[in-house]
């Protein structure tokens, strides 16, 4: 990553409204026409910055730049949050005082927000799932609420690139296309807006080497360079940016009670846990991010990038499918799950005893207390029962959760993640009225990641 980026982000973290002087600096320069000089301009291009970082034979410069810049910026006055900068752990967020458990951290708004890249409909305005005969915009024919909601992010310039395309939406094969394009789309349109942004967004992580080496996304970066008239690197790096980092924002039904992605250069910057000292929400489409337990100055700030209440199997296939890394935390490394045995199974010949899951992921589990085991094949297909069950069950049906509550307990034991999550689908069903800006989820989510996967 250039110093100018690191700036750039600097910048953002500091007021949240970015900008980067060296980025007008270096653009607006006019005299002179040396190599390095035009190196700078060749870089001050979005894909020039972008290949500045993928340049190997670039990259000790980048490091020496970044050691030139010591030891990170200043969140600004008063800001309980501050940039750190490591070879060991890249660009992180630590305490820049001591926090206490509660207290908010800070707030975003998104630069971007986009549909999921999901075959679903959702209204490109407010992001609400529409009905399957829903109605296009007169304009571009992308799917709107009809009558028209006051959803404001659909703009007159995305109704104007999407109308110059043949979107043809009448196979769910297009319409995931269309989510798909709107990710670079809708970032690219608001970079264009706001020029001071570009540093920002070239800064995020996008994994993009890796995931051109696993072959993610590369099919959809072509298509939708060519449809958008872009360069392919930009589109990939957007692509991977937004997989990479983006946060699902969810909306309250008085919002639309809609889902999508979100990009959050700040909250970005948040290192992944699987026993996070954060938690965020959004209200109103805002993040709200606020400590969870006290926080020393000078400590990692984190959340996890993965629900925490998930066994670490379930953790493990979702962080490896979709942030391309493999935790190795205290809690993913201790078949305990630091003592909430929230993998373990209740043994059912002894009763009081609990199945670890085994350290060796081929062999059979093993009771701590009686020493009775079950293959692996069993443990699999108890796990996946109770998926199943849980997926017949509606989200609101309060007596069907509660009969699945006590199953589980029964079957799976009352401190397996499968239970707590059917528990808290049961205790979110049970609240009237709803719990204001919560989205009901399904309780076992995680499950689903089950389909390509093994225990
Ligand atoms: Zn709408
Ligand atoms: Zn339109
Ligand atoms: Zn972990
Ligand atoms: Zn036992």
């Known amino acids: 990553?250039?110093?100018?980026?690191?700036?750039?982000?600097?910048?953002?973290?500091?007021?949240?409204?970015?900008?980067?002087?060296?980025?007008?600096?270096?653009?607006?320069?006019?005299?002179?026409?040396?190599?390095?000089?035009?190196?700078?301009?060749?870089?001050?291009?979005?894909?020039?910055?972008?290949?500045?970082?993928?340049?190997?034979?670039?990259?000790?410069?980048?490091?020496?730049?970044?050691?030139?810049?010591?030891?990170?910026?200043?969140?600004?006055?008063?800001?309980?949050?501050?940039?750190?900068?490591?070879?060991?752990?890249?660009?992180?967020?630590?305490?820049?005082?001591?926090?206490?458990?509660?207290?908010?951290?800070?707030r975003e708004t998104p630069l971007v927000v986009t549909p999921r890249p999901t075959?679903?409909?959702?209204?490109?305005?407010?992001?609400?799932?529409?009905?399957?005969?829903?109605?296009g915009c007169e304009d571009c024919g992308a799917p709107l609420c009809w009558p028209h909601c006051p959803g404001k992010l659909h703009t007159k310039e995305e109704c104007q690139s999407l109308a110059g395309l043949d979107l043809n939406l009448n196979t769910t094969s297009r319409l995931q296309e269309l989510n798909e394009m709107l990710t670079p789309l809708r970032t690219l349109q608001v970079l264009e807006a706001t020029p001071r942004l570009q540093g920002v967004v070239a800064a995020m992580q996008s994994n993009t080497g890796q995931r051109r080496r696993l072959g993610?996304?590369?099919?959809?970066?072509?298509?939708?360079?060519?449809?958008?008239?872009?360069?392919?690197?930009?589109?990939?790096?957007i692509l991977g940016s937004f997989d990479t980092n983006a946060f699902t924002v969810t909306y309250s039904e008085?919002?639309?009670?809609?889902?999508?992605?979100?990009?959050?250069?700040?909250?970005?910057?948040?290192?992944?846990s699987c026993t996070p000292n954060t938690q965020h929400w959004f209200h109103s489409g805002v993040l709200i991010v606020r400590a969870v337990c006290d926080i020393p100055m000078g400590t990692e700030v984190t959340n996890s990038y993965t629900p925490t209440l998930w066994g670490t199997s379930a953790r493990a296939v979702h962080l490896a499918a979709s942030k391309l890394f493999r935790c190795n935390c205290p809690r993913c490394t201790d078949p305990t799950e630091l003592g909430s045995h929230l993998s373990s199974l209740a043994c059912r010949a002894c009763c009081n005893g609990l199945l670890?899951?085994?350290?060796?992921p081929k062999a059979a589990w093993t009771c701590r207390r009686c020493g009775a085991t079950v293959g692996r094949g069993a443990v699999e297909a108890m796990v996946r029962g109770a998926a199943g069950t849980v997926r017949r069950v509606g989200e609101e049906d309060v007596e069907g959760l509660g009969q699945a509550v006590a199953h589980f307990t029964r079957v799976l034991g009352h401190t397996h993640y499968v239970t707590r999550e059917a528990t808290h689908a049961l205790l979110l069903a049970s609240l009237n009225p709803p719990l204001a800006g919560h989205r009901r989820q399904h309780g076992c989510e995680a499950l689903s990641h089950f389909d390509n996967y093994s225990l």
């Open 119 to 135: 075959p679903d409909t959702a209204c490109l305005a407010c992001l609400h799932p529409l009905h399957p005969d829903w109605q």
């Open 356 to 360: 670890v899951p085994p350290v060796n």
């Open 1 to 106: 990553m250039s110093e100018q980026r690191l700036e750039a982000l600097q910048q953002y973290l500091t007021s949240l409204t970015p900008y980067n002087p060296a980025w007008h600096l270096t653009k607006d320069r006019q005299d002179g026409n040396s190599q390095q000089q035009q190196e700078e301009e060749q870089h001050d291009s979005f894909s020039g910055r972008l290949q500045l970082e993928y340049n190997s034979n670039r990259r000790v410069e980048v490091q020496r730049r970044l050691g030139a810049l010591g030891d990170g910026g200043s969140a600004g006055c008063g800001s309980p949050v501050t940039l750190e900068v490591s070879s060991e752990c890249g660009r992180y967020l630590v305490a820049s005082r001591n926090i206490t458990a509660g207290q908010e951290l800070f």
């Open 216 to 237: 993610l996304g590369q099919a959809a970066a072509g298509r939708i360079a060519v449809a958008l008239g872009e360069d392919t690197d930009v589109v990939s790096h």
């Open 254 to 272: 008085s919002e639309g009670g809609g889902m999508g992605r979100a990009l959050l250069p700040l909250a970005a910057l948040m290192n992944h």
